[in-house]
């Protein structure tokens, strides 16, 4: 026998909902005590500074690019990862998902000997006049370094529940793999890429280690608004809690939006 759609919690033991309201406090409660601490009368003037603005408008811009990024090279990494086996895939899975463990300083430091200008590929691009390190494209690679493996493991998770029977039925009538890929694979999991885009997104946009280590900070070039808010911190707290507090709420605002266009669930 099915429980009504409105019997919150059917199934669930009663004492599972302690530990989880305790791990709902214990998210929630730092916020609610950031939000006591701004100064709400001079909370506009904090935020619209010259500085913030240009911190908040970078952050966007390079979140947006990195998340692009992310889209062309995570989606192919994903497949490959989920309907292919060949010696070595095990060992390549577990390098994709090395940036999720590593500090993020350590992965500026990787990027830096990578693309620096003494880096195994700096060289190279120096030569051929481009410099990458302490630029905003060096910004967009630490964001994409550190986010990439959150689109990866969310979708490759969503193309293994899903399967490959429907792909194997589209080329048996006929239809060619990137036709198939298109047409059915994707929009099949079209939530499970939808969640892994967004969380790239939200994980670029906080990114701060990877991005001071590998791109400095330097106002409107690679100063994004977690490098703003570190500096902020050391000379005006108000202004770091007020824009700790804007970063959060466009964080949320970015989830919120997306939980909005999906699918209710079935209660069955």
């Known amino acids: 026998m099915t429980a009504p759609a409105g019997d919150a919690g059917a199934g669930l033991p009663r004492w599972a909902f302690v530990p989880a309201a305790v791990g709902g406090l214990f998210v929630v409660l730092p916020l609610v005590a950031m939000a006591t601490r701004v100064d709400w009368s001079g909370y506009w003037s904090l935020v619209t500074s010259a500085s913030a603005r240009a911190a908040l408008a970078l952050s966007l811009q390079t979140s947006a690019a990195s998340t692009a990024v992310c889209l062309v090279l995570g989606i192919p990494m994903a497949l490959v990862l989920a309907r292919c086996r060949f010696p070595g895939i095990d060992l390549l899975h577990s390098l994709v998902m090395v940036p999720l463990v590593l500090p993020p300083v350590v992965g500026g430091v990787a990027l830096l000997y990578t693309f620096g200008r003494r880096g195994l590929l700096g060289e190279?691009?120096?030569?051929?006049?481009?410099?990458?390190?302490?630029?905003?494209?060096?910004?967009?690679?630490?964001?994409?370094?550190?986010?990439?493996?959150?689109?990866?493991?969310?979708?490759?998770?969503?193309?293994?529940?899903?399967?490959?029977?429907?792909?194997?039925?589209?080329?048996?009538?006929?239809?060619?793999?990137?036709?198939?890929?298109?047409?059915?694979?994707?929009?099949?999991?079209?939530?499970?890429?939808?969640?892994?885009?967004?969380?790239?997104?939200?994980?670029?946009?906080?990114?701060?280690?990877?991005?001071?280590?590998?791109?400095?900070?330097?106002?409107?070039?690679?100063?994004?608004?977690?490098?703003?808010?570190?500096?902020?911190?050391?000379?005006?707290?108000d202004a770091a809690v007020a824009l700790s507090l804007l970063l959060v709420v466009v964080a949320v605002l970015v989830i919120a939006v997306t939980r909005q266009g999906r699918p209710a669930r079935s209660p069955l």
């Open 124 to 237: 190279t691009l120096e030569v051929a006049g481009l410099q990458v390190a302490f630029s905003t494209t060096a910004v967009v690679l630490a964001q994409t370094f550190v986010a990439l493996p959150f689109l990866v493991m969310t979708l490759e998770g969503a193309l293994r529940t899903a399967g490959s029977r429907y792909d194997v039925v589209a080329a048996s009538l006929g239809a060619r793999p990137t036709t198939v890929l298109r047409r059915v694979t994707l929009p099949l999991v079209g939530p499970g890429l939808v969640s892994g885009t967004v969380l790239s997104f939200a994980r670029a946009l906080g990114e701060f280690g990877a991005t001071i280590t590998f791109a400095g900070s330097l106002e409107g070039v690679t100063r994004t608004l977690p490098l703003e808010i570190y500096l902020q911190r050391e000379t005006d707290p």
